[in-house]
């Protein structure tokens, strides 16, 4: 587990960063793909929200609106995106520019895009230091090769002259967050950046990382399909399907208690993890493309628990039990756990987003006192 630095929604600290009901559409000439279709989440400073979903649940779309790095046919079309409280959403790519350059730095899984193939490494760093903290001559390259010696990549002020080819994978992706730290982020985006890259060189990265993290007081937003990754890096972790945020919670409570069934079968497909599982267990069938803003549980095709309000209903964000904190939220009509089912669809059918104790769904409240019954998928008649 990370180092625990997490801030807490419950401390009074302003996030650095706050998305709010984002959504991003891309209008292809075959179809709208609902890419990113209305998630929530914040990052405070010094900490890490891991982002975790299987391929092409909207992870790099989320960073990538984050950056203001979306491209037609794709847009925006909803929602926030604020920094530091300022909108990002709307502000003009000269403004995003200037964001992008120290503010907001960004790593992809593979570095061979970001690095200019025909330029030395350390004229690639000496150019970022140029044009984010204004240095250049000998300053730069001092700083350059300080920058490549922090990332760990030895011998540094020689290999500023090498180019990105004569650079391993792993080499490569240190020279990449060398130029990401070029322009003293308090933010970095990291898509993916140790995939690529074999084991034993994706545990150093890490490593890194959160080396570099600790000194800088850095928050990361860390992207990755692996949920062995995200037990070591994250503090928070915010669980993607389809677009949608289905779950959140800090790190320990997601793998010692994950709480959607979606969570539960991408930990159950940990190698290793689950001793009763005779074979490598995965969750039967793909993630669905988008292609309409959600109007029920896009997971309820391929869910072991769902009921039959899960194909009319479009789950809000409730709190595992009703009273709880809302540090643990979970996107599903099986919560919150300690309210019967008919409470349960109607509150998650009224569309209000329980997300605390304070803020009471508007139901009849005649049920009380029922038992839980989420194990039980019972009938519900659609009227
Ligand atoms: N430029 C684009 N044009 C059309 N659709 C796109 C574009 N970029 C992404 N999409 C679609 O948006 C959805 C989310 O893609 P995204 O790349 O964010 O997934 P991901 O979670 O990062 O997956 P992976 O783990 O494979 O990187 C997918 O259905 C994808 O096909
Ligand atoms: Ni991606």
């Known amino acids: 587990m990370a180092a625990p630095r997490a801030k807490r929604a419950d401390d009074d600290i302003e996030p650095l960063l706050a998305v709010e009901e984002l959504r991003t559409v891309f209008y ?46 794709g847009h925006i079309v ?71 010696e922090s990332v760990n990549i030895p011998d540094a002020r020689r290999r500023l002259k090498s180019y990105p080819h004569e650079f391993s994978g792993g080499m490569r992706q240190r020279a990449l967050i060398a130029m990401a730290l070029a322009c003293d982020p308090d933010l970095l985006i990291c898509d993916e950046p140790t995939t690529a890259l074999d084991v034993t060189t994706q545990a150093q990265i890490l490593d890194l990382l959160e080396e570099i993290q600790r000194e800088r007081d850095l928050a990361m937003i860390f992207i990755t399909h692996d949920m062995g990754v995200i037990a070591e890096i994250a503090d928070r972790v915010a669980v993607m399907y389809a677009g949608e945020i289905i779950e959140r919670a800090p790190v320990e409570p997601l793998f010692a208690d ?26 039967e069938g793909n993630v669905p493309t988008a292609t309409g803003p959600a109007r029920s549980c896009r997971f309820a095709p391929r869910c072991p628990k769902a009921l039959g309000g899960c194909e009319r209903i479009r789950p809000a964000a409730v709190p595992v039990n009703e009273g709880d904190d809302g540090n643990h939220v979970v996107s599903c009509l099986l919560y919150p756990e300690n309210r019967s089912e008919e409470w349960r669809l109607d509150a998650h059918e009224s569309q209000e987003t329980i997300d605390d104790a304070n803020n009471e769904p508007r139901t009849d409240g005649g049920h009380e006192n029922e038992p839980a019954d989420g194990d039980k998928p019972t009938e519900v008649t659609d009227e």
């Open 28 to 73: 292809t000439d075959k179809e709208e793909i609902h890419a990113v279709d209305g998630i929530d989440f914040e990052v405070y400073p010094g900490e890490t929200l891991g982002i975790v979903g299987e391929s092409g649940s909207g992870k790099s779309v989320t960073a990538r609106s984050i950056m203001g790095l979306i491209k037609s046919p």
């Open 78 to 148: 909803g929602g926030s995106v604020r920094y530091r409280g300022e909108n990002l959403v709307g502000k003009s790519d000269a403004e995003l520019r200037a964001y992008r350059g120290s503010d907001i730095a960004m790593i992809f899984q593979d570095p061979m895009t970001s690095l200019n193939p025909v330029y030395t490494v350390g004229n690639q760093i000496k150019e970022a230091l140029e044009l984010h903290q204004d240095l250049s001559g000998s300053e730069a390259t001092d700083e350059a090769a300080e920058l490549l």
């Open 258 to 283: 994950p709480k959607h069934p979606y969570t539960r079968g991408l930990l159950e497909s940990i190698p290793g993890r689950n001793p009763h599982a005779a074979r490598l267990h995965t969750i």
